[in-house]
């Protein structure tokens, strides 16, 4: 165990008489005779001893010297034998040194404690304000953040690029408002109650009107309107009296007695000259004319279909929704086929039959309804 000086605190080589450092004794080959003790205890302030087995350890008091500068806490072992001489060790103090070091750590450690609770509470005082002052100016730094993007968005929306948002928003509405399907088209046109619902079972009433005579014009007969062909009349046509349509849907149901053709003319000018044509065939066939002037200009579309019902004496509902340029075919409440033709935008609607080869021909239409889109 490495000794050191009681006054400087320096390190004392072994068997060392004086500090090297500041020349004060040192506990080193020091004998215990009476009068060396006595000198010893003199000069160091130690209490005269005779040898280290008589000194009462509890009742010894080590200066505090020894104490602060003591490196090593081992106990150093006592001597084996009574005849050995005894020598002067300051660990005699060991006992002493662990009381009063015991005594004095629950002190420290108060006095630590509680500096180290002050200082966090010093330190949570001082934070949690900090904290919470900081918290105000980067909120108020985030709205401000918020504003100015959403006022530059609304800028370069409404301000700089207008016609582009309003294309867009067009693109939007008719993609949300817009049937995804053609049969989603029927149900929504036919859904609500329609502004026409003539039963054509009586001229009372009724938009159309009765010309001719029965079995060569447009006669009520039998509950149903019918359009009768003999002779050279090759085609027969009546307009109903309602106003001029736009966007619409117009649905009625006919009955081929006889004759090669019957449907339905929507779009029709002032003159009654120029309109579509949709037509059905007792052979299942269906087709769109455009007619011009009274003739025939172009076959828009045509085929057949298993949704009509072939053959004479048989009901076929057919219905046409003109939307724009649209037009969407129906028969039976089953999709035929959509064309796309913007010729004409508006118009009256009417009925027609056609004789073909026969001798004769007669068409019955009933329940005839529109709805205005």
Partial sequence: MTMHCIKCGSALPAETATCPTC????????????ADISDKAQNTGVEKTPSFSSIPQEESQPSSDWHEYQSSPEQQTPPSSASEPATFEPQLSQATLSSSAAQSLPIAADSVGAGVGRSSEGKQASVQPRDASL?????LILLA????????????????????????????????????????VY??????????????????????SESGASGNGCTFSGGGYHLSMSGSNFIMQCFSKTSSLSD?????????????AGGLTFRVDNTQSSFYNFTITPNGFYELDLVS???????LNYGPSSAINSGLNQHNLLTVVARGSNIYLYANKQYLATVSDATYRSGSIGLFAIKGNTISGDVTFSNAQVWKL
Wanted: glycine letters at 8%; zero cysteines.
């Fill in 23 to 34: 020349g004060a004794s040192t506990p080193y080959n020091v004998t215990t005779s009476s």
């Fill in 293 to 299: 002037g009274n003739r025939l200009v172009k076959i």
């Fill in 145 to 184: 953040l918020v504003v100015i993007v959403g006022s530059g968005l609304l800028y370069t929306v409404f301000v700089g690029r207008p016609a582009e948002f309003h294309a867009q928003a067009t693109a939007i509405a008719q993609s949300i408002l817009t049937p995804t399907s053609p049969q989603d």
């Fill in 135 to 139: 918290a105000r100016p980067l909120l």
């Fill in 187 to 208: 149900t929504n046109a036919t859904s609500g109650k329609p502004d026409i619902n003539d039963p054509l079972s009586h001229p009372r009433g009724s938009s159309w």
């Fill in 248 to 260: 619409f849907a117009f649905q009625v149901q006919i009955t081929i007695t006889q004759g090669s």
